[in-house]
Nanobody
């Protein structure tokens, strides 16, 4: 099992920034990829960004490219999502997920609310 604990959500004005954190514990060696997803009210959960613990490559949805940055601290087993130039349409519950592939989700965090006001 892998446990994921997210933090860092909140309310921000359009154009502002937030940084989300996701701390992983447990059998993290079984999950080589860490991904961020989000789910807005009335919409399906969608992939936002991802990376692998043993690679420097990062992956993004087109809607967040150039504004969001995913990063990691291997020693702390923590993944971050730096969100800049936030827009009202970024409002959603953000989840981190552990899996074996970019975009996969064998384990979920509890989610953290991000609200962007116009």
């Amino acid at each position: 099992q892998v446990q994921l604990v997210e933090s860092g959500g909140g309310l921000v004005q359009a154009g502002g920034s937030l940084r989300l954190s996701c701390a992983a514990s447990g059998r993290t060696f079984s999950s080589s990829a860490m991904n961020w997803f989000r789910q807005a009210p009335g919409k399906e959960r969608e992939f936002v960004a991802g990376l692998r613990w043993n690679s420097d490559s990062t992956y993004y949805a087109d809607s967040v490219k150039g504004r969001f940055t995913v990063s990691k601290d291997n020693a702390k087993k923590t993944v971050y999502l730096q969100m800049n130039s936030l827009k009202p349409e970024d409002t959603a519950v953000y989840y981190c997920a552990a899996g074996t592939l970019i975009g996969s989700h064998n384990y979920w965090g509890q989610g953290t609310q991000v609200t962007v006001s116009s």
